[in-house]
């Protein structure tokens, strides 16, 4: 069985930075690509980042593009979330999601039904 186990949410100032980590284990963990989701109060959860498990491709959605950085370490198993210039707006639960590779997929990096592993997501507070 596959977990992912997200950290380093917190409360920050506008301006301020902070980075995520999301680690995946299980012995049967492999991925297409890993991403990162958030959902705040009374919102959808929305697509943030994604990265290819086998290359170096990012996604990112338009609003953090420019201040937020995917990452990876493949032999840790481990995801990274470099989030700069915060704003109140980026407010929310982010959560881990992979793109499990031990099977055929469909959809888009930018949509949550895509992903088959979730974590339980860690919250960030973004005050003004």
């Known amino acids: 069985q596959v977990q992912l186990v997200e950290s380093g949410g917190g409360l920050v100032q506008t301006g301020d930075s902070l980075t995520l980590s999301c680690v995946a284990s299980g012995r049967t963990f492999s991925a297409y690509a890993m991403g990162w989701f958030r959902q705040a109060p009374g919102k959808e959860r929305e697509f943030v980042a994604a990265?290819?498990?086998?290359?170096?491709?990012?996604y990112y959605a338009d609003s953090v593009k420019g201040r937020f950085s995917i990452s990876k370490d493949v032999a840790k198993n481990t995801v990274y979330l470099q989030m700069n210039s915060l704003k109140p707006e980026d407010t929310g639960i982010y959560s881990c999601a992979g793109i499990p590779g031990d099977r055929p997929y469909s959809g888009s990096y930018f949509r949550h039904e895509t992903y088959g592993y979730w974590g339980l997501g860690t919250q960030v507070t973004v005050s003004s």
């Open positions: 990265i290819r498990w086998t290359s170096q491709n990012t």
